[in-house]
């Protein structure tokens, strides 16, 4: 069956980095569009950021940009999620996504075909 499986994340103070990765399997990995979305305590979850299929094309919301490079490897199936220079509002579940097809921007919750499990991040000030 198709699973995402996340890993990396922990806690580190304001200003440092950290990197999350995603391994997919039980599909053709090269097919979908893959995400990054978050959830903090008492917010809605929002869409962090996308890479196309293909690795080409990336999307950013106005948060994050600059700060953070979503890429991914189709020969092992991985996605990436590298965040630098965080700050407390970081501070979220992260959740590895997969867009049944493709993206032209961050995707809304309702694209979403597969969700990971889920991969803690905590930024203290």
């Known amino acids: 069956q198709v699973q995402l499986v996340e890993s990396g994340g922990g806690s580190v103070q304001t200003g440092g980095s950290l990197r999350l990765s995603c391994v997919a399997s039980?599909?053709?990995?090269?097919?979908?569009?893959m995400a990054w979305f978050r959830q903090a305590p008492g917010k809605e979850r929002e869409g962090v950021a996308a890479?196309?299929?293909?690795?080409?094309?990336?999307y950013y919301t106005d948060s994050v940009r600059g700060r953070f490079t979503i890429s991914r490897d189709n020969d092992k199936n991985t996605v990436n999620l590298l965040m630098k220079s965080l700050k407390p509002d970081d501070t979220a579940t992260y959740y590895c996504a997969r867009i049944a097809g493709t993206c032209f921007s961050v995707p809304k919750e309702a694209s979403i075909a597969t969700w990971g499990q889920g991969a803690q991040v905590n930024v203290s000030s």
């Open positions: 039980g599909y053709s990995f090269m097919a979908n569009c």
């Open positions: 890479i196309s299929g293909n690795g080409i094309r990336t």
